[in-house]
């Protein structure tokens, strides 16, 4: 005769399969886009961060870290980057310079990461990056 106890929870792997790919989806799996159409950034000729962006991904933390260092610690404020390009080490001005959509672009990827730099109680959202 046929097992219940068999049959239920089939049908069960059997709908989750067959729906998986609508789940996995709706389910945030996939990272937030990350919109890069801010003024400074659109003003650019070629679009590039700091560092190259493989870097900028994994290790901008730690490049802050850096950043805070020097400018605490030996009061320099002018990072050369690997090609030699200088920038000023500010979080508010030079990041959130370019990244001015902090909501849609630090706060989004962290929100999505579970990360909350607690960095802003100090440092200040220049006003666009509040919208
Ligand atoms: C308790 C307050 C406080 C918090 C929290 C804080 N900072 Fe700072 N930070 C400062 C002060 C004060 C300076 C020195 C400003 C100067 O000398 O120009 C500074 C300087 C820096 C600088 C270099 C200059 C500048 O204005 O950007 C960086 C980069 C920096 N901090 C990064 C961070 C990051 C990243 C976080 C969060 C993980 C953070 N800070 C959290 C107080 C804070
Ligand atoms: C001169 C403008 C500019 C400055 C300054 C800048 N960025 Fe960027 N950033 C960009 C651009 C443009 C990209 C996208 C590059 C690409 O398309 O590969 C980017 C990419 C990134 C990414 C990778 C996003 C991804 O696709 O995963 C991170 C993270 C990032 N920036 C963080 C920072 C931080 C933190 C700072 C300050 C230390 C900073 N950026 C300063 C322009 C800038
Ligand atoms: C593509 C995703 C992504 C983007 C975009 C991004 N971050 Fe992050 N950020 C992360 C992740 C993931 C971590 C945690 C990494 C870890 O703990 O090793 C992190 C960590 C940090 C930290 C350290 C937090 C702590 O408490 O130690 C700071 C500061 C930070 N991000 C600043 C920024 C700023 C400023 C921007 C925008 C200019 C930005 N990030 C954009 C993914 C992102």
Known sequence: MYNRGKILP????FLALLTFPFWYEKGGTAPPALPLD???????SVKK????????KA?????????????????????????????????SQTCLGCHSNKEKFCD??????GVKPK??????VPKEGRT
């Open 10 to 13: 089939g049908l069960v792997i």
């Open 38 to 44: 801010t003024p400074e950034i659109q003003k650019l």
């Open 49 to 56: 961060c700091v560092e190259p962006t493989p870097f900028m």
């Open 59 to 91: 290790s901008h933390m730690e490049l802050l870290n850096q950043w805070r260092d020097a400018v605490v610690r030996e009061g320099n404020h002018l990072y050369a980057n690997h090609e030699g390009k200088k920038f000023s080490m500010s979080l």
């Open 108 to 113: 989004a990827c962290h929100t999505f990461s």
């Open 119 to 124: 960095c802003w109680g100090c440092h200040v």
